[in-house]
């Protein structure tokens, strides 16, 4: 028996998440993840991976131009360019490099510069996602470019690849794989069931949004483990504006001219601010890919910076909003992945 729209999103009580922003406090990033100045670039990384940046932005202007240079590099066309790389160093592992851009009508005159860049908002929701059982790429980190002496600012932000996985437009547009569209179909259903539960919405959820790993393609099956028992951690203050980077690079400056200090820990925090939180669980070190049991299926949810939760009507939103992108790709390429895809979300 075929699930029904009711059968895949059903309503919830309540959502365990009571801010938009997930878990992790605005102006806050997950503990293990640190900010450090590297020559003009302010780079937010988890300790495990910031050589890693390190060596990205050696001899290169930014971590995007870097990758767009290497020798082993494999472009990946969506809205921007993005490119699937080696870590430097780290063969057995592949990142995704994004530079930000605008999206929208003002795209052409605003193109990749921001007063606020979302990248520290895609580390804090990504890590909230995968906290409570919601499969999203890991965050490496993310680096800050100034511009207008840091009145404005141009971003990349680096992510654990998801090997040999497709997105769900690519798997429903082949013709004559029923079998195929039916198993992609229950698995993001799967997935909408657990954004459903945490009420998260995300206002982009399209077909080229959602990836489906299967069997030995799943690059990590820790991406829908729930919170576990791991101890209480603390949360450091991400100080992502404007004058707190500037705050960070004179910090930089003053360990460079011999003050005390460790240069690779986070500056202090200003006075007041809180640097602990609800019970959080850092992100561990990069690791060579681990294969799923065979036969298993996983959605990730992609380009997660709009998502926000606590949103009581989420579970239908993201199904409208998912039928929607489906019926566009219908009218473009007809075929009989997508109109089942709408049929079974009840559209």
């Known amino acids: ?160 690849e998801i090997t040999n996985a497709k997105d769900l437009a690519t798997i429903l547009s082949v013709e004559d794989a029923p079998a195929e569209h039916e198993r992609a179909i229950d698995t993001t259903i799967v997935l909408l069931r657990k954004l459903a539960r945490t009420w998260a919405y995300h206002p982009d959820l399209n077909v080229k949004n959602i990836l489906i790993a299967t069997d030995d393609d799943a690059a990590e099956t820790d991406a829908d483990d729930g919170p576990g028992d791991a101890p209480p951690a603390d949360v450091i203050p991400q100080r992502s504006t404007p004058a707190a980077l500037e705050a960070v690079r004179e910090d930089a400056g003053e360990r460079a001219d011999g003050a005390p200090g460790d240069a690779d820990a986070p500056p202090p925090p200003p006075d007041g601010e809180v640097t602990e939180s609800t019970a959080v669980t850092p992100e561990p070190s990069v690791a060579p890919a681990v294969a799923m049991p065979s036969g298993r299926q996983l959605a990730y949810v992609l380009d997660v910076d709009t998502l926000r939760f606590a949103e009581k009507k989420a579970e239908w939103m993201n199904v409208a909003r998912l039928v929607r992108s489906a019926r566009k790709w219908q009218e473009k390429t007809p075929g009989p992945g997508f109109a089942r895809l709408i049929e079974r979300l009840g559209g």
């Open 1 to 160: 028996m075929t699930s029904s729209l009711h059968d895949a999103v059903s309503p919830f009580a309540g959502s365990p998440i009571a801010s938009p922003g997930g878990l992790i406090p605005d102006g806050m990033y997950p503990s293990g993840y640190t900010m450090k100045l590297v020559r003009d670039a302010t780079v937010v990384a988890h300790g495990s991976t910031m050589e890693y940046f390190e060596l990205m932005l050696l001899g290169h202007a930014s971590v995007y131009e870097w990758a767009a240079a290497h020798p082993e590099r494999r472009a990946l066309m969506g809205r921007q360019t993005a490119y699937s790389v080696p870590l430097p160093g780290n063969e057995e592992v592949s990142v995704v490099v994004r530079h930000s851009h605008h999206g929208g009508l003002l795209a052409s005159v605003t193109s990749d510069v921001f007063r606020d860049p979302r990248a520290a908002d895609e580390l804090r929701i990504s890590w909230t996602l995968r906290h409570v059982g919601i499969p999203t790429p890991r965050v490496l980190g993310f680096v800050l470019y100034p511009v207008m002496y840091g009145q404005l600012w141009r971003a990349d932000v680096v992510t654990r």
